[in-house]
Nanobody, 121 residues
Framework: QVQLVESGGGLVQAGGSLRLSCAAS????????MGWFRQAPGKEREFVAT?????LYADSVKGRFTISRDNGKNTVYLGMNSLKPEDTAVYYC?????????????????WGQGTQVTVSS
């Protein structure tokens, strides 16, 4: 079993920055693909970024967000710059043990509880 706990969300003005963290316990995640997803009110959960040996980003965040990981701390990060009001959502960390990089919610077996990010205009 894997437990994921996100932190670092909050309220920020447009153009600002935040750094989300996802701490894992229960199993080492060095072999996992780690992902960040987000869900805005009334919308489906959508892919943001994933990291394994390399990274993959949604077009909407490319160039503004950076996903990284510290395997020694079993932690994954999402650095978010140039935030926009449309980035407002609950952000979820997830872990996949698939061998491929996936943008699909269904490919991730473990999820955190989410952290709220609100960007004011």
């Amino acid at each position: 079993q894997v437990q994921l706990v996100e932190s670092g969300g909050g309220l920020v003005q447009a153009g600002g920055s935040l750094r989300l963290s996802c701490a894992a316990s229960g199993r080492t995640l060095s072999s996992a693909k780690m992902g960040w997803f987000r869900q805005a009110p009334g919308k489906e959960r959508e892919f943001v970024a994933t990291i394994g040996g390399s990274t993959l980003y949604a077009d909407s965040v490319k160039g503004r967000f950076t996903i990284s990981r510290d395997n020694g701390k079993n932690t994954v990060y999402l650095g978010m710059n140039s935030l926009k009001p449309e980035d407002t959502a609950v952000y979820y960390c997830a872990a996949s043990f698939r061998t491929w990089y996936s943008q699909r919610v269904g490919d991730y077996a473990y999820w955190g509880q989410g952290t709220q990010v609100t960007v004011s205009s």
